[in-house]
């Protein structure tokens, strides 16, 4: 039974503490392959280290946990990620699992339900924290909760855009980020600003900021 290998866990949070008391809990049933901080050096350590699961946060620097997962489902559709996460909101959790989430455990859940969730994506099921689920369930069913979703409006590149503008990153040095130039960022600022009725940066910032794209 030792000789069995392990499922191979890959964390990704900012909050040293909680990456650490992570390490701690799935220690003892899953190789852990390492510890990253934003969301750009998980897509990153995805692909060298592909991963059984990823245990994400969607709060992140420089490209949020949701963001990061459309981008890895598009390099690999078979990518699975158990988000754990203080955002306790049925926008969050249907867009993650609308992204193709395998997990969306709250943070001040026992710890049980996080190896819970681990195993169910280990099986191919979906988990959702009993706590969120049933409010969850609800707005997926209903279209015009979709419709509503003014986040849906903005495309990958935009909301990537979006997340580092709202931290403070100029047009020239998101540019730099994503290989684009700094007058194609300029474009998509404003073409959000348009799409989402917003007229100065500091109102798109506040958007960012309430729609979960990015953190103070």
């Not at 992570?22 to 592909?50: I, N, T, W």
């Not at 099921?125 to 015009?144: C, E, F, I, N, Q």
């Not at 799409?195 to 506040?206: C, I, Q, S, W």
């Amino acid at each position: 039974m030792s000789q069995l290998k392990r499922p191979r866990i890959l964390l990704a949070d900012d909050h040293r503490l909680v990456a650490e008391g992570l390490k701690s809990l799935l220690s003892a049933e899953f190789e852990l392959l390492g510890v990253v901080e934003d969301g750009r050096a998980l897509l990153e350590a995805a692909r060298q280290l592909r991963p059984d699961v990823i245990v994400a946060d969607i709060t992140m620097p420089h490209l949020n946990g949701i963001d990061a997962l459309v981008q890895l489902k598009q390099a690999d559709a078979r990518v699975r990620v158990v988000f754990l996460t203080m955002h306790p909101e049925t926008a969050y959790a249907r867009r993650a699992l609308e992204a193709g989430a395998s997990g969306y455990v709250l943070k001040h859940s026992a710890p049980a339900e996080l190896t819970m969730a681990i195993r169910s994506a280990l099986d191919g099921k979906t988990y959702v924290s009993p706590a969120v689920a049933g409010d969850v369930l609800r707005v997926m069913k209903g279209k015009s909760a979709q419709v509503a979703d003014p986040v849906a409006a903005l495309t990958p590149r935009q909301r990537e855009i979006l997340q580092l503008l709202a931290e403070g990153r100029s047009a020239k040095e998101i540019g730099a980020a994503l290989t684009v130039s700094a007058r194609t960022v300029e474009f998509h600022k404003y073409q959000m600003m348009e799409r989402l009725n917003l007229r100065t940066n500091a109102e798109l910032v506040h958007f960012a900021l309430k729609h979960g794209i990015a953190a103070l």
